[in-house]
């Protein structure tokens, strides 16, 4: 997500910024910008692009010397990743400045509000509303910290905010819900940042802090209280990381941390998508109700990964919407003459926005007057651009070329489209959406109860180094899930492995089943009409053959047991849920094994994290 940096002390605040900015370019972003305080005023500079745009305005019209400062490259959410859109944002008098990570759920309000009280607001974003707030409160007479305290107060969603004021140039403050934040402690200078990449350079004395609480640095202490001003502490640790690991979260690879950010991204995902009076919203629904009402076919068009989340799409909205779907191989879309017309919903699924031949699809479809709705993760990206609506996943970059935490947040965009036709077509009735709606957000937990057993799956993983075939099974939702599993290890590990529905084996591909053979078995939930015992139908067959079942199974089903030479325990969740936790032992598994057997696992050979060539 968003890089920040927050500084004061004795050196040169704009260095620091923009060495802590540059520290963070591993983190994805679309713009950049910073704000000093000189001489009871500020001075900002941002542009869009990458870093080096900044630093060339800068140059071109330097700023002012400054011992306070803060800086932001943002990766957009709300609005076109622009100038205008870029942080620092300002408050309408120009006194204060404010960078903003996360999502304003509540922001379309706080807008209006100030809107009719005569502001001027210059940006598409959520963050500019919050920079107005927190002016009006310092104008009033409060400090910084006690305007932070009260604005905070008003907002609702996940948010980190640092903010300066001109007239106080001893203070920088910022505040944390549902997003990263952590205070670099220094002798004479305190920071702040995103992570503790950002000043890691300067110190590796650090503080970590906890839900909605406010933090006051200045050049002598530091500072915590709760959202209403009460005192409260963060927790004190030592960095004892190089920068490398820093950037990693601790961990070996990008990869791996973005698995572990996956809690946080499904539930980022999740943020802002219902209204107070419990109706879902989409974040460009251009799309009307009655166009919508007209769709009597959907054709899900996605390559790799996120053809995966297509088949669960399927799934999800044949079953609460009643309408036929098909999920089609972007690369094969074209070629084959598919049938379409004006009542045809083409949905795209595609990580960057650039996949070259996803984007053909939609041009093809677009000539045949169907209606187009993307699901990307890249904001201003041409995919969205040229769709007629699009959901974005709200994924953050994704640096490791294996897409993990990007596919978790195309299933939460996949079911939050199937939930919406539902509701617009009347196909399910509020209280049962709602219920849907509750459960995709108790996934989070669920994901970090997952993760939580990660120990156990590396053991497994490193048990197999040397195995050189693998076979996946699923049926319903988890043959999808098979299909992503495989993938992973195809990928990563560079290894023969297939995914097959279970359903399946016995048509031929039993035939690759032989003394010791890995078959990695997605169990769906019991109770759900035969799906259960037809699995075990499955793993028994391949269990007579001698292969070897690591088996999936949800806490509380006993009677995979005597089927099972491994055990691997998911949440109970309802089973066109299952794959958000089901694949994630898969990554995990895949991770290990290729890092076990000394690959790259960010930067798989012969593979690109965008593929803009058809």
């Not at 300066?164 to 205070?183: F, T, Y």
Request: proline share 4%; glycine share 8%.
């Amino acid at each position: 997500m968003c890089g920040i940096v927050g500084y004061v002390g004795a050196r040169s605040a704009q260095d620091v910024v923009i060495d802590g900015l540059r520290r963070m370019e591993y983190r994805g972003y679309d713009s950049a910008g910073i704000a000093l305080v000189h001489d009871g005023r500020l001075a900002s500079r941002k542009r869009a692009g990458k870093l080096g745009n900044l630093e060339k305005a800068i140059s071109e019209e330097p700023l002012p010397a400054s011992e306070l400062g803060l800086g932001h490259t943002r990766w957009a959410t709300h609005g076109a990743p622009n100038d205008v859109n870029a942080h620092p944002h300002l408050g309408a008098t120009g006194r204060v400045a404010l960078v903003h990570n996360g999502i304003i759920e509540n922001f379309a309000d706080l807008r209006a509000r100030l809107e009719a009280d005569d502001h001027v607001l210059i940006s598409e974003t959520d963050s500019e509303v919050a920079a107005h707030l927190l002016e009006l409160q310092v104008e009033s007479g409060v400090d910084l910290t006690v305007a932070m305290q009260r604005v905070c107060q008003q907002l609702e969603g996940a948010f980190t905010l640092v903010a300066i004021d001109a007239q106080d140039p001893d203070r920088v403050v910022a505040a944390r819900r549902n997003s990263p934040l952590v205070v670099g402690i220094g002798e004479g200078e305190n920071f702040l940042g995103s992570d503790v990449a950002a000043f890691i350079e300067h110190t590796r004395e650090a503080l970590e802090l906890g839900q909605d609480q406010v933090v006051t640095i200045t050049r002598d202490g530091v500072s915590v209280t709760a959202f209403d001003g009460s005192p409260a502490e963060g927790r004190r640790f030592h960095v004892d990381w190089d920068l490398s690991a820093a950037e990693k979260d601790g961990h070996d690879w990008f990869m791996r941390k973005e698995i572990f950010e996956q809690p946080r991204a499904v539930a980022d995902s999740l943020l802002g998508r219902r209204t107070r009076s419990g109706q879902l919203q989409l974040d460009e629904m251009r799309l009307s109700d009655q166009e919508l009402r007209d769709i009597d076919k959907i054709i899900i068009i996605a390559a790799g990964t996120s053809f995966y989340a297509g088949m669960v799409a399927k799934y999800a909205i044949e079953h609460w919407c009643r309408i036929p779907v098909e999920v089609e191989l972007s690369s094969e879309f074209r070629y084959r003459d598919p049938i379409l017309d004006y009542s045809t919903l083409v949905v795209a699924i595609s990580q960057s926005g650039e996949t070259a031949d996803t984007l053909q699809a939609i041009r093809h479809a677009r000539t045949q007057r169907s209606k187009v709705l993307a699901i990307c993760n890249t904001n201003g990206s041409t995919i969205p651009r040229e769709s007629d609506a699009v959901i974005y996943t709200h994924a953050g970059p994704e640096i490791g070329v294996a897409s993990t935490k990007g596919f978790l947040t195309q299933l939460i965009a996949c079911y939050l489209l199937a939930l919406y036709l539902a509701q617009v077509k009347g196909t399910r009735y509020g209280d049962e959406i709602t219920q849907v709606m509750e459960q995709l957000e108790a996934m989070p937990a669920h994901i970090e109860t997952v993760l939580a057993g990660s120990e156990a799956i590396y053991d497994l993983a490193r048990e197999h180094v040397g195995t050189r075939s693998f076979l996946f099974l699923g049926r319903h939702a988890g043959y999808p899930v098979a299909l992503e599993g495989a993938l992973k290890l195809k990928e990563l590990a560079y290894l023969h492995a297939e995914g097959f529905a279970a359903g399946e084996l016995k048509h031929g591909p039993i035939a690759l089943v032989e003394d010791g053979l890995p078959v990695l078995c997605v169990v769906p939930p019991e109770g759900r009409d035969q799906l259960h015992d037809k699995m075990i139908s499955g793993i028994q067959e391949v269990r007579a053959r001698g292969a070897r079942t690591i088996c999936l199974a949800e806490e509380g089903d006993t009677s995979i047991e005597p089927y099972a030479d491994v055990l691997i325990r998911l949440p109970r969740v309802p089973v066109l849920l299952q794959p958000l936790v089901a694949v994630v032992p898969l990554q995990l598994f895949a991770c290990e094994l290729a890092s076990a057997m000394g690959h790259d696992v960010d930067q798989p050979r012969n593979l690109a994290k965008s593929v803009t060539v058809e």
